[in-house]
């Protein structure tokens, strides 16, 4: 059942905002061998009752049905939802990139964040710390790019998503 | 103490009697445990309660054995009460035992106070951290405010959809503070809602693709148990419209008559030729509340090559876990049955004609893949489980086993006509789950013949719940299959490893008739042939707990039996040539 080829999925959960549960769905995916490449969790609702975690993973299309279909059974899930099945939607993450550097490196690092649209958050005469958003691509390029030009850390939140038009999915 | 009174309405109590209020609410009578330091305020509750039963184990483990035995030979949810630290630790197997085996179970255990939560206190452990995974759902109870619904949620997740064990941690000063009480509604769950009814276009498809079929089979688990008996009604309703043949997996025996024209008996690694030559031939496979458990279906792509399958399961993940199916259907075994059966008649299907499929299903059947030739000095392990059958059919006993050889002679032998009447660890396999499960099963059906059929090996693992049986004057049974080794792990050896029979043995023995009186209970010995029927006899006629020491050949394999990463046609039957060679890494590497 896992030899087909593997595809990447985005999934949004919406789970009881209580202790442990992050802990259960991250287990699961421990204790079954299934992949995350990213996971995001907060609160979402006004009450503070609800959170929504966003989890890219990989696989075969069966093990992502077994990954739904386990995720389901949990009690305290409300719902889980593939995105990337379900159609169109957004996805963004959103990027600190830590770059030092001084004369035509500084300025280089400037005129490809403007490219970019990342925003300079912190500075000093040596540094910067840009904010970049956008899809997991382009945030990919935008640090690939600032290797040139003096990266030195950086900090990612991982995919939020949601799907488009005007209803809750 | 203070009196407990029935709850209608909020009020407050401690925790600790919010506890026992639950419980009396939950309509249990019956919990199995053992105190210490941070259950002590609960167990004040339940001292003097004239309606809570309480069994005190001699380990945790065993509570959570028992109450498994409990609830499976009742169908409630079995309950155990056992502390903090060791206590919850010990109590892991048999919550792992449960959730394996889909066994509703409410198990309480103490916590160390909240405010010494995390800081490494005495007998703390992280109950919640460390049976996340071993368990349906738990709990960490943190205000006595959350306690009285949190215990009522756990009874209904535990019995509802696939069952499993639940876990609630309750920190000492919870159990001491003072906190409303709310009686159970009948509102389910927020989140939680198990499917119990299936789709009706994908049960009227089953309906058709199982009157096409012209080699249909019936391969059911016990999940055809947990639906309840009247699921096992209907299955049965169900074979006999269709006419087609039922095996059944370890977990589903006595659902189908053991003696049924049409049943094939048990299937898997050491099931019945029929029933896995069948289920390799089939063209339709039914699947009721199995699992495609690895030990069922042997080498995956060798799997029932050329059947369409249809699984009906509960648990939406079982379904395309392991062998891909054609027609998935969700939803209680029971229910979806009824509306299978409902359908069938409406639509006047006949059952298809299957006398070619019987036809060859006869040829395998006349190999007697299970027979055997008692003859010597020395007893077979199969005669003696054949004859303890025979000599207390007429009493339906209950029968528990421990886990290895013995157990699946015991499947293989011992006829089962009615549900809840088996029960043994199949998923786990729990060596020393089969005595407390048999006083559980015990102290659940009072007047019952219960029996442990056991190993030598296996019986020492909880040997200790003598001393539980003889309190409570339970008159358990325990008929051990005394070879002197641990059988199936020497078999393995044998076959597997050149046999080279690296620990295997049982060295060192205890005196088990002396053991036995030791506890208060009656011991028996039966060296060969010619003391079976005399040994079995005085067994029944004692009205008391009784060891029976069988002593039987020390060789003997279980057969068939499907090799590692075999195929269901690669069945070695007794007397076949075992393998020359040992088998290949991929095979040996399989348990």
């Known amino acids: 059942m896992k030899h087909a080829p593997s595809e990447k999925h985005t999934l949004s959960i919406i789970v009881d905002n209580e202790s442990g549960v992050l802990a259960r769905i991250v287990g699961l995916f421990s204790a079954r061998g299934y992949n995350i490449d990213s996971l995001t969790v907060a609160d979402v609702s006004t009450d503070h009752a609800v959170s929504r975690i966003t989890i890219v993973t990989s696989g075969p299309p069966p093990v992502i049905d077994q990954i739904i279909a386990q995720l389901d059974r949990l009690v305290p899930v409300h719902r889980v939802l593939d995105l990337t099945e379900l159609g169109p939607h957004v996805e963004r993450e959103m990027a600190l990139v830590k770059v030092a550097g001084t004369g035509d490196k500084r300025v280089e690092a400037l005129r490809l964040a403007d490219i970019f649209r990342a925003r300079p958050v912190d500075t000093s005469t040596n540094s910067f710390v840009f904010e970049v958003s956008g899809s997991t691509e382009k945030v990919d390029q935008f640090i690939a790019l600032m290797r040139e030009v003096g990266l030195v850390e950086v900090a990612r939140t991982g995919v939020v998503a949601i799907a488009r038009g005007a209803e809750a999915a | 103490m203070s009196a407990i009174q029935p709850a209608d309405t909020s009020r407050e109590m401690t925790g600790a009697e919010i506890v026992v209020q639950a419980l009396i609410d939950q309509g249990v009578d019956t919990i199995f445990g053992y105190p210490g330091g941070a259950v002590l305020p609960i167990y004040d509750a339940l001292f003097a309660e004239g309606r809570i039963k309480h069994i005190l184990v001699r380990h945790e483990q065993a509570a959570v054995h028992a109450a498994e035995g409990y609830a499976r030979s009742s169908g409630k949810v079995g309950v155990v009460l056992v502390t903090s630290g060791p206590g919850a630790t010990n109590a892991v197997t048999g919550i792992t035992d449960a959730m394996m085996d889909s066994i509703p179970l409410v ?104 009157a096409a079929a012209e080699r249909p ?42 003696r049924h024209k049409q049943f094939l008996g048990m299937l898997g690694m050491h099931g019945s030729y029929e029933a896995n030559m069948a289920m390799n031939r089939c063209d339709l496979m039914l699947c009721i509340g ?80 299970f027979g055997f030739k008692q003859q010597g000095p020395a007893l077979l392990p199969q005669k003696a489980i ?89 008159p358990v049974k325990i008929f051990i299959i005394n070879n002197e080794y641990m059988g199936m792990v020497r078999q393995w050896q044998e076959l597997n490893h050149g046999g080279r029979y690296s620990e295997s043995y049982s060295d060192s023995l205890p005196d088990f008739v002396k053991l036995a009186e030791a506890y208060g209970w009656k011991g028996i010995t039966i060296n060969g042939p010619d003391d079976l029927d005399a040994g079995i006899d005085a067994m029944l006629a004692h009205d008391g707990p009784v060891v029976v020491d069988c002593r039987v050949t020390k060789l003997a394999n279980c057969f068939p039996m499907i090799p590692s990463g075999a195929a269901h046609t690669d069945m070695m039957l007794e007397g076949e040539a075992p393998p020359t060679s040992e088998p290949d890494e991929d095979a040996k590497a399989l348990v």
């Open chain 2, 107 to 210: 198990v309480i255990t103490g916590q160390v106070p909240t405010h010494l939560i995390g800081t490494d206190a005495f007998q703390e452990c992280d109950t919640v951290g460390i049976t996340r995974h071993c368990s349906k759902h738990n709990y960490l109870i943190k205000e006595t405010a959350r306690l009285a619904s949190a215990l009522h949620e756990a009874f209904y997740i535990a019995r509802s959809g696939r069952p499993g064990p639940v876990v609630i941690d309750i920190p000492k000063d919870v159990q001491i503070m003072r906190g409303p009480y709310a009686a159970p509604t009948a509102a389910g769950h927020k989140t939680y809602k198990p499917q119990t009814k299936g789709d009706q276009t994908a049960i009227e498809t089953a309906v058709e693709m199982l």
């Open chain 2, 290 to 369: 199995a699992r495609f458990d690895d030990r069922v279906t042997g080498r995956l792509d060798a799997f029932s090559p050329h059947s369409k399958k249809i699984h009906i399961d509960i648990d939406r993940s079982s379904i395309n876990k392991t062998v891909r199916v054609d027609l998935g259907i969700v939803g209680d075994v029971g229910s979806v049955l009824e509306d299978m059966l409902a359908l069938w008649k409406a639509r006047g299907h006949a059952a298809q004609d299957l006398e070619p499929w019987w036809a060859d299903i006869a040829g395998w059947r006349a190999r007697d893949c």
């Open chain 2, 386 to 474: 054949q004859r303890l059958w025979e000599k207390t059919r007429d009493q339906a006993p209950i029968i528990s086993t421990e886990v290895g050889q013995h157990q699946m002679w015991a499947a293989q032998h011992f006829g089962f006509d009615a549900p809840n009447k088996w029960l043994t660890s199949g998923g786990l396999g729990t060596m020393g789950y089969g005595l407390p499960a048999a006083i559980g099963a015990q102290l659940a059906n009072p007047g019952a013949l219960v029996i442990d059929i056991a190993g030598e090996a296996s019986i020492q693992m909880n040997i200790q719940e003598l001393g539980t049986a003889t309190q409570y004057r339970l």
């Open chain 2, 217 to 258: 089979i019936l391969y059911t688990g016990g999940g055809v148990i947990n639906s309840g008996p009247h699921a096992t009604t209907l299955l049965r309703a169900l074979a006999a419209l269709t006419g087609a043949p039922v095996t059944s997996t370890l977990m589903g025996l006595g659902t189908m008559e053991h």
